[in-house]
């Protein structure tokens, strides 16, 4: 049994901050790669920003040099600093991860979203 639980979301300005925390917990084994993705209305889900075990990061072209992806091993967290927010970023935010469990060998979890809403 896996889960992960989001928090952060909320309303900030354009040109603010935001921080989005995601933990995993569990019978987990090992953390393969973890991603935060969003959906604003009527678009389809999107990758925002993801990085891999091996610690390789990437990122998607509208938020490069804004957000930043990072994850705590130990803790198995997996954390996204976005700055110099746009009303364009306003969507749900999930949080995935490709987990390795007890029981399966690779498990791809996602949390329950949290709206980000940026205001002009």
């Known amino acids: 049994q896996v889960q992960l639980v989001e928090s952060g979301g909320g309303l900030v300005q354009a040109g603010g901050s935001l921080r989005l925390s995601c933990a995993a917990s569990?019978?987990?084994?090992?953390?393969?790669?973890m991603g935060w993705y969003r959906q604003a209305p009527g678009k389809q889900r999107e990758l925002v920003a993801a990085?891999?075990?091996?610690?390789?990061?990437n990122y998607a072209d509208s938020v490069k040099g804004r957000f930043t992806i990072s994850r705590d091993n130990a803790k198995n967290t997996v954390s996204l600093q976005m700055n110099s927010l746009k009303p364009e970023d306003t969507a749900v935010y999930y949080c995935?991860?490709?987990?390795?469990?007890?029981?399966?060998?690779?498990?791809?979890?996602w949390g329950q979203g949290t709206l980000v809403t940026v205001s002009s």
């Open positions: 995935n991860a490709g987990i390795a469990s007890v029981t399966f060998r690779r498990l791809e979890v």
């Open positions: 569990g019978s987990i084994v090992s953390i393969k790669d």
């Open positions: 990085v891999a075990s091996g610690g390789t990061t």
